[in-house]
């Protein structure tokens, strides 16, 4: 437990959780966006937008590792937002559990994503929730 609390478990999960992720946006671009998107500009857009997204999510965690709140602070809310515009999305909206389209692959990345990202999350937030260090406070 007490590694979960610590700032280098709250890293590790958020790195799982940005790599679920990212194994989530092959499946997409692979299998949906691939197909439906064939012949638009909007493929090109949407990969600029992902790849901005995660160069902003890694940004941060290597900012968070050096101790800098602001880190932290964008670390969990670029989780935030993965989390509840795709996993949980997925589960509302877009093709609720089980989903059949492409089972078991989709299913598995959207559990997996979503597992992760809540334990990276809370991992996050009691890092915030802390009182900051001199050195953090520097930073």
């Not at 007490?2 to 999960?13: C, E, H, Q, R, V």
């Not at 809310?77 to 999305?89: A, C, R, S």
Request: one cysteine or more; aromatic letters at 14%; glycine letters at 8%.
């Amino acid at each position: 437990m007490n590694w979960f609390k610590s700032l280098n478990g709250a890293i590790t999960l958020t790195a799982i959780a940005l790599l679920t992720e990212l194994w989530r946006a092959f499946l997409d671009f692979q299998h949906e966006y691939s197909t439906y998107l064939q012949g638009t500009g909007m493929i090109f857009v949407g990969t600029l937008i992902y790849t901005v997204f995660f160069a902003a999510w890694a940004w941060a965690l290597l900012a968070a590792l050096r101790g800098s709140r602001g880190g932290l602070i964008a670390a969990l809310v670029i989780n935030l937002l993965f989390l509840l515009i795709i996993p949980v999305g997925m589960l509302v909206a877009y093709c609720p559990s089980p989903c059949a389209t492409y089972w078991p692959l989709f299913e598995m990345g959207n559990w997996i994503n979503l597992i992760f990202g809540l334990l990276a999350g809370v991992a996050l937030a009691l890092q915030l929730a802390r009182k900051p260090t001199l050195a953090q406070s520097r930073a």
